[in-house]
């Protein structure tokens, strides 16, 4: 039984995972099954997961600003992080196990980067504080 099924323009679409160089991610045609392009849109990928997650601490909200200005200005982030989200997991609907790999490190990584920071910096401020 095959696990694809065929788009209007008589193409495959892979219905379950699979490792390939042909693989389509958001546009027609790209990364084309070139392994250049495949390397690229792997980095692509990588990238977008850690930039999810760093957009996931800002932005800080100054105190004493205007609360509608603050609001809008961290809607408005959101708005951005759940756009990118969305096109990372269209890319992962490819079913490719490359793009799924590669997303799943750039979340990881991304995370690590940005917890290691937090906790950095809370820990440096717990040792200037006196007690």
């Known amino acids: ?3 694809d099924t065929m788009d209007g323009n008589g193409m495959a679409m892979h219905m379950a995972f699979f490792w390939s ?9 790209w990364p ?3 392994l250049g392009m ?3 849109a792997l980095a692509f990928v990588f990238l977008l997961a850690v930039i999810v997650e760093f957009l996931s601490i800002f932005p800080v909200i100054k105190p004493g ?8 200005i961290h809607a408005l ?20 196990v490359g793009v799924f790999v590669f997303v799943v490190a750039g ?14 910096k809370a820990a440096r401020k717990s040792r200037t504080d006196p007690v």
């Open 1 to 3: 039984m095959s696990h």
């Open 38 to 40: 495949y390397i690229l």
């Open 107 to 120: 979340h990881v990584i991304g995370c690590f980067v940005v917890k290691y920071r937090v906790i950095s």
């Open 77 to 96: 982030f959101y708005g951005f992080r759940m756009a990118l989200v969305y096109l990372i997991m269209l890319c992962v609907m490819s079913y490719n």
């Open 65 to 72: 600003s205007s609360p509608f200005v603050g609001g809008l």
């Open 21 to 29: 160089k042909d693989v389509v991610m958001l546009f027609n045609g």
């Open 32 to 34: 084309n099954g070139q």
